[in-house]
């Protein structure tokens, strides 16, 4: 189901003008025009942004195609953002994906608008199954609110596909409703549970998408490589380690996006710099990653596809999580997992087993056997 009109894509901004969320567009649109440049180009604001872009002469007013500003109730950035996110679909004509401005495009997008249904979305923080899926604080707001996340898969808000139906329209009206409901009883501005709720009751055919269109990095690292979109998360440490990130506080810095750069990371399989997994942020995800590993494989769950798509994404990462939950599992004999561990570590990287400190637990396990042999 496709029609012949150009693809459009939409995003929503709050901004105070040349600040964090109006680089992450700009840089979100810029890969956008390097790997689909025929698509139209849509920015939804709040006239209070409107009025603060257009005062500061922000740049990225001139990069889009089509600029939309609409009055909101007077309320807090992250508010008027989340109010028009929720009533996008009364505003803008036409079938439209919407991306969250913390996105790196990196392929083509076609695929996505031939897509069948009214609408689709991907699985929330990229993962199988939906325990993963669904985060301590959208799980408290749908307690508090009394909804059932009926649905086989909770979807990630950030990237929406959606047709331009009466289906569509009524699923968006229950969607603002239910986050104004939110915000009202709760406090809060987040939209998610909104959403998920709203597709369960609506009964809507929401198309699961692909992982590769909405590769949420920060959550899982695996999805990285192949991604026809990443999902980064945005985060204002310019020290993160995070390339991105780092390439978003150099555009506010200078005002201009560097689109050589940005082609070459565009094109890079990490997201990561090579020093990130020697701090101690990316040590303490490494030590998450080796006993999320050892659980896995010692319930005996296959992980070898998940290894092998984390060398792809990520090699040094995929090393430092190997070489620790072998070493862990070990010396706090888990045999199973070791054993297990031992012939995913020998497939992906045979060279690591003849260095310190994967070398010293094969010598240990060899006298071990020597010394009972000799008894």
């Known amino acids: ?5 150009p693809m459009q894509i939409v995003y929503v901004v709050t901004s105070a003008g040349q600040d964090l969320y109006s680089a992450m567009t700009r840089v979100s649109v810029a890969s956008l025009r ?9 920015v939804v604001c709040d006239t209070e942004t409107d009025r603060a872009l257009r005062a500061g002469k922000d740049p990225l007013l001139d990069e889009v195609d089509e600029w939309s500003a609409f009055e909101t109730p007077p309320a807090p950035p992250v508010f ?103 915000h009202s009883r709760l406090q809060s ?10 597709i369960f009751e609506s009964g809507i055919a929401c198309v699961v998408l692909p992982h590769r269109y909405n590769a949420q990095v920060i959550t899982a690292i695996e999805k990285a490589y192949g991604a026809a979109i990443w999902h980064y998360y945005s985060n204002s440490n310019s020290n993160s380690g995070n390339q991105i990130d780092s390439f978003i506080q150099k555009t506010m810095a200078t005002g201009r996006v560097d689109n050589h750069v940005l082609n070459k990371m565009v094109r ?17 995800v490494i030590r998450q990653l080796s006993q999320g590993l050892t659980n896995a494989i010692e319930s005996d769950q296959n992980m070898f596809k998940y290894c092998w798509q984390l060398r792809q994404s990520e090699m040094a990462c995929c090393r430092s999580v190997l070489t620790k939950a072998f070493i862990d599992a070990y010396w706090s004999e888990r045999k199973r997992a070791h054993q297990r561990l031992l012939g995913i570590f020998i497939r992906l990287f045979p060279g690591e087993m003849f260095k310190s400190p994967a070398r010293d637990c094969l010598l240990h ?6 010394k009972s042999l000799l008894k």
């Open 365 to 370: 396990a060899f006298m071990g056997r020597v």
């Open 34 to 42: 390097l790997t689909n440049p025929s698509v139209k180009v849509v």
């Open 80 to 182: 008027r953002n989340r109010f028009l996110k929720t009533s996008l679909r009364q505003r803008i004509e036409g079938s439209y994906l919407f991306l969250d401005s913390d996105t790196i495009v990196r392929d083509d997008l076609a695929a996505i608008f031939a897509m069948p249904g009214d609408m689709a979305a991907a699985p929330n923080h990229s993962k199988e199954e939906k325990a993963g899926q669904i985060w301590e604080g959208d799980r408290r707001i749908m307690d508090e609110m009394n909804w059932f996340p009926g649905l086989d898969t909770y979807f990630n808000g950030g990237v929406l596909f959606v047709r331009d139906t009466q289906k569509v329209k009524q699923f968006y009206r229950l969607w603002h409703q239910k986050w104004e409901l939110v």
């Open 189 to 198: 501005y987040r939209d998610q549970a909104a959403l998920n709720s709203a």
């Open 268 to 284: 890079r399989a990490s997201i990561w710099g090579p020093d990130y997994w020697k701090s101690h942020s990316g040590r303490e």
């Open 1 to 5: 189901m496709s029609d012949c009109s």
